[in-house]
C-alpha cells in the first residue's frame, strides 16, 4: 500500500453513515434527498463510509482531506461521474486524465490568460443589456430560464463570436439542458442499467447529445475553412500550440473542449445567477447595498471590464452566493491504488466523494451556515475561512480552468441587472433546489420592477 503525504498531522474522526438499505444502500438517499443526506454526514466524522449499492465508498468531510485528494491526482484518478461524463464531454480538460490532461491543460491555458478574458466579456454587459430591454415592468419572466437563455448567447459569442443564429443556439441550449439533466441519475445508478433501456428518456437523451456535438463540429469545420482568427475562444483553440512540441489539437479535441466550454458556461453559470436574483429578491438590505455600489461605480453606464475593482460588494454577494448553492455540489476521485486517507487504509478502485454542499454547509467552517453573509468575505472575517473550505471550483491541477472568467461573466451580468431592474419573488414562487449535474434553483418566477 502506498502511504502519501499525508495533511497536517491529527487525529482523524472516521465514521460510517446510518441508514443505509439491504442491496441498495444509500443510493435512495442520493436519489431522493442528496443535500441533505451530504450535509448530515460531516457529524460522523471526518471521512464517512457510506454504500453505493454492493460497493463501499467514503466521503472526504474535511477541507485538508479533500485538497488532499484533489492535489494527488496519480493517487485520486478521476472515474465514476467522470467516465459518464465522457458520453457528453468526451476527453475534454474535464475529464481527461495523466499526461493528456496536462497536454491539454498547457495548450489550453492561454486561452484563459485576463487579456483574454477581457476581450471574451466586452459584449458580455451589451448582451444583458439587449435581453433585459424586452422586459417589460410588471410582468412575471422566470428568472432560471431567462438566465440559462442569456448565458446560453454570452457562451455562444464567447466561443464563436459569430456564426450561430438565435433559433440554433435555442435548439444548442435545449439539448444541453436534456443531457444535462440525464448525467446525474447514470452517475448514481449502482448498476448502469437503466441508461441502456430503450426508453423515451434515453432516446431523447441521445438524440440530444448527438445533435450538440453535430452542431458544433459544423462550427469547427466551417471556421477551419476559413482560417480567420476571429479573436474569439474556437479560434484560440484552433490555434493553439503547445510551448515545447508546437502540437495544437484536432477536430475532435477542439469538440470536446467546446462542449464542455458550453456546459460550464451556461449552465453553471446561469444556475448562479437564478440564486443571486432570488437571494436579492428576499433580503432588502443585501440589495439595498449591492444597489448603492452599483449607482456609485457605473452611474448608469453599461459596465466593463475595467469596473470590476469598483464592484467589490457584489463580489462578495456572488462568493457567498456560490457558497450556499455551489454548481458543483458533489463530485468523485477513484483511488488508483491502495491508499491510505484520514487514517483509514483504503483499497485501489474505491470511490472517494467529496461534496462542496456538505463543506459550505458545515457550521464548524462556517458558522450559521444556513444564513446568506456577503460580509464573510471581508477583512478579519474572510482570514477566518479555514483553507479549502470553499469549493465552488475544484483545486489542484484539475480546478476549473475557467473560474475567473465565470466570475467576471457573473459580475458584469448582475451589475448591468440591477442598475436597471428589481426583482421581485411572484406570488407563491419558491425555491426548489434542483441538484442534477449542477446545483440548479428550479422555475423561479419574478416580477420584474423598473428601478
Known amino acids: 500500500m502506498h502511504t502519501p503525504k499525508t495533511p497536517a498531522e491529527r487525529s482523524w474522526r472516521t465514521g460510517a453513515a446510518p441508514g443505509a438499505l439491504p442491496l441498495l444502500g444509500h ?3 442520493l436519489w431522493r434527498r442528496p443535500l441533505e443526506f451530504l450535509a448530515s454526514l460531516p457529524v460522523h466524522g471526518d471521512l464517512v463510509e457510506i454504500r453505493l449499492g454492493p460497493k463501499r465508498a467514503y466521503l472526504a468531510a474535511h477541507p485538508e482531506l479533500v485538497r488532499h485528494v484533489l492535489l494527488n491526482p496519480r493517487l485520486f484518478d478521476k472515474g465514476g461521474v467522470f467516465d459518464k461524463a465522457r458520453q457528453l464531454l468526451g476527453n475534454s480538460l474535464s475529464v481527461s486524465r495523466g499526461e493528456e490532461h496536462r497536454f491539454q491543460r498547457r495548450l ?29 415592468p410588471g410582468e412575471i419572466r422566470d428568472i432560471s430560464d431567462a438566465m440559462h437563455a442569456l448565458l446560453m448567447r454570452v457562451a455562444a459569442r ?9 433559433d440554433t443556439i435555442e435548439e444548442a441550449r435545449q439539448c444541453l439542458r436534456t443531457v444535462s439533466h440525464g448525467i446525474y ?28 456535438r453535430q452542431i458544433v463540429a459544423d462550427m469547427i469545420a466551417v471556421r477551419r475553412r ?10 484560440t483553440l484552433l490555434r493553439a500550440e503547445h510551448p515545447e512540441t508546437g502540437e495544437s489539437l484536432d477536430d475532435d479535441q477542439v469538440l470536446d473542449q467546446v462542449v464542455t466550454f458550453l456546459v460550464a458556461g451556461s449552465e453553471t453559470t446561469a444556475s448562479t445567477l437564478a440564486f443571486v436574483f432570488h437571494l436579492l429578491s428576499t433580503l432588502p438590505d443585501v440589495e439595498k447595498h449591492l444597489h448603492a455600489e452599483v ?16 464592484l467589490p460588494y457584489t463580489r462578495n454577494v456572488i462568493t457567498e452566493a456560490l457558497r450556499l448553492y455551489p454548481p458543483s455540489w458533489m463530485a468523485m476521485r477513484v483511488t488508483a491504488q491502495d491508499v491510505e486517507l484520514g487514517g483509514r487504509p483504503i483499497p485501489a478502485r474505491t470511490m472517494i466523494l467529496y461534496s462542496a454542499y456538505a463543506l459550505h454547509h458545515n457550521p464548524d467552517l462556517f458558522p450559521d451556515p444556513e444564513t446568506f453573509d456577503p460580509g464573510r468575505w471581508e477583512g478579519e472575517r474572510l482570514a477566518q475561512v479555514p483553507r479549502g473550505a470553499l469549493l465552488p471550483f475544484g483545486a489542484g491541477s484539475h480546478k476549473c480552468i475557467g473560474d475567473v472568467l465565470a466570475l467576471t461573466e457573473t459580475a458584469l451580468i448582475v451589475a448591468t441587472v440591477a442598475a436597471r431592474w428589481r426583482l421581485r419573488p411572484a406570488p407563491g414562487a419558491r425555491l426548489h433546489l434542483e441538484p442534477k449535474a449542477t446545483l440548479e434553483a428550479g422555475p423561479l418566477p419574478m416580477m420584474l420592477e423598473r428601478r
Do not use: C
Not at 485576463?114 to 448582451?127: G, L, N, Q
Not at 464567447?158 to 438565435?166: A, H
Not at 431523447?204 to 450538440?212: E, G
Open 108 to 136: 489550453i491555458q492561454p486561452a484563459f490568460h485576463p487579456t483574454k478574458i477581457a476581450a471574451y466579456t466586452t459584449a458580455v454587459a451589451e448582451d444583458t443589456r439587449t435581453v433585459t430591454d424586452a422586459w417589460r
Open 226 to 235: 476559413s482560417d480567420a482568427d476571429h479573436g474569439d475562444l474556437l479560434s
Open 27 to 29: 443510493v435512495p438517499a
Open 158 to 166: 464567447t466561443l464563436f463570436s459569430t456564426g450561430l443564429d438565435e
Open 185 to 212: 441519475k447514470r452517475t448514481v445508478a449502482p448498476l448502469g442499467i437503466m441508461e441502456k433501456l430503450p426508453t423515451p428518456g434515453n432516446r431523447a437523451y441521445d438524440h440530444a447529445n448527438r445533435r450538440l
Open 295 to 310: 449607482d456609485e461605480a457605473l452611474g448608469g453606464r453599461v459596465p466593463g471590464y475595467d469596473d470590476l475593482p469598483a
